[in-house]
T-cell receptor
């Protein structure tokens, strides 16, 4: 099925560094969601975005809904070891099903 | 956030047997529940969508007679993998969407690891 273009595919960073990842689509979405998945667990919702241009923070996480409604980014500031995991973006059109990106695997070196 | 549970968390079964996985929304009424399948190092793939009291809608390529879904109440949906085979081994994840929280937000369960021998 349709998937979003999520990049980078993986990141290996030093503790304390900032992280940025993004998702792009060829079509417009009404909602952008960012999830984090730990190994052997289900995805946990981090941030939900509902309006174009919206910038929302959740602790050290900040996400933005692109003005064109075709993209979104997630930033993590001052990364810590527990930030390790796979981050998924998901787009939604109206009440339609979620369309997921392929994920960004984040590794943090202490 | 909303809490969604799944049971069992992992199951090992013999080929040819059937396995039932439960998904419960613990603190809200889920008008819609979703079932996903995830293979190692891959993203989530939607299998089916179910609304309380009606038949599930299956995605293309998903066999409805093999993956039986029942959404009998606003807090419970079940997925039964019938006559399981080794290729059905996967990580199955449910999610729920309901009226108490934003209707556009899905909350996921912790997943069920199915291994078919």
């Amino acid at each position: 099925g349709q998937q979003l273009n999520q990049s980078p595919q993986s990141m290996f960073i030093q503790e304390g560094e900032d992280v940025s990842m993004n998702c792009t689509s060829s079509s417009i979405f009404n909602t952008w969601l960012w999830y984090k998945q730990d190994p052997g667990e289900g995805p946990v919702l981090l941030i939900a975005l509902y309006k174009a241009g919206e910038l929302t923070s959740n602790g050290r996480l900040t996400a933005q809904f692109g003005i064109t409604r075709k993209d979104s980014f997630l930033n993590i500031s001052a990364s810590i070891p527990s930030d390790v995991g796979i981050y998924f973006c998901a787009g939604q059109k109206g009440q339609g099903n979620l369309i997921f990106g392929k994920g960004t695997k984040l590794s943090v070196k202490p | 956030g909303a809490v969604v549970s799944q049971h069992p968390s992992r199951v090992i079964c013999k080929s040819g047997t059937s396995v039932k996985i439960e998904c419960r929304s613990l603190d809200f009424q889920a008008t819609t529940m979703f079932w996903y399948r995830q293979f190692p190092k891959q993203s989530l793939m939607l299998m089916a969508t179910s609304n309380e009291g009606s038949k599930a809608t299956y995605e293309q390529g998903v066999e409805k007679d093999k993956f039986l879904i029942n959404h009998a109440s606003l807090t419970l949906s079940t997925l039964t993998v019938t006559s399981a085979h080794p290729e059905d081994s996967s990580f199955y994840i449910c999610s729920a969407r309901g009226p108490r929280y934003s209707t556009d937000t899905q909350y996921f369960g912790p997943g069920t690891r199915l291994t078919v021998l």
